[in-house]
């Protein structure tokens, strides 16, 4: 069953009461663009236009050299480095970072998401703090072309999204060049080691040195 405690508290989330709302986070990836233009209308004011529906907050930075295309939406204080690239239906909550090279799409980012140098998030919800480091790719599509399937305490979960990446919880630390397979599900905490191939889900709390090879977290 899916507990959404084991992934998120809902601070720095943009959207709070509409997660908290859904069975599962991936029916929201759907309602972006609704999500984004309901935020635009409860806060008047708030948000700056700088393109064709394309909103920031107070203290955002946009390099010269990315490309933004809407419906997206970054709170305050966020970066989005030179070459980055936003591909519509884009929610972020403040302080988050898209670097160089680096492309968002269909996704909702908790406040202090780092995407920084060379990463791919499509079809995606990363929770507060997560960050894809270097090279670091979600894939949100299979091969076969099916619809992504979730696997969930011994469970298979329908989503009916043909294109579906992952749900990373607050935190959740993912490695150099490391690849997560569509429907991936990374529990609050965990860590990804580099050029790790992930599938499946992963608990809360766990470090991922390979795949299948999980060991429990214990910060220091």
């Given at each position: ?18 997660l ?15 999500l ?7 806060n ?14 107070a203290?955002?930075k946009?390099?010269?050299t ?10 305050e ?10 591909r519509?239906?884009?929610?972020a909550g403040?302080?988050?970072?898209l ?12 406040s ?20 894809l480091?270097a ?24 989503t ?11 935190q ?29 889900s ?19």
């Amino acid at each position: 069953m899916w507990k959404i405690d084991e992934f998120f508290s809902l601070a720095g989330c943009p959207c709070p009461e509409a997660l908290a709302g859904v069975e599962y986070p991936w029916e929201l990836l759907i309602k972006v663009e609704e999500l984004i233009d309901a935020l635009v209308k409860k806060n008047p004011g708030k948000y700056r236009q700088i393109g064709e529906k394309v909103w920031i907050g107070a203290g955002t930075k946009v390099a010269d050299t990315a490309r933004l295309y809407g419906p997206a939406l970054f709170g305050e204080n966020c970066e989005i480095r030179p070459n980055a690239y936003v591909r519509e239906n884009v929610l972020a909550g403040d302080g988050v970072v898209l670097g160089n090279a680096s492309e968002a799409k269909q996704v909702i980012l908790f406040s202090e998401v780092q995407l920084a140098h060379f990463n791919y998030a499509g079809d995606s919800i990363l929770g507060r703090g997560a960050h894809l480091g270097a090279g670091a790719i979600i894939s949100n599509f299979k091969t076969t072309k099916e619809n992504v399937k979730v696997r969930l305490d011994g469970k298979t979960i329908e989503t009916g999204l043909r294109k579906f990446g992952a749900i990373l919880g607050d935190q959740v630390e993912v490695g150099c060049n490391a690849v997560l397979n569509p429907g991936t599900l990374i529990g609050r905490g965990s860590i990804v080691y580099p050029l790790t191939p992930v599938r499946g889900s992963i608990p809360a709390q766990m470090i991922c040195k390979a795949p299948g090879v999980l060991v429990p977290y214990r910060p220091n």
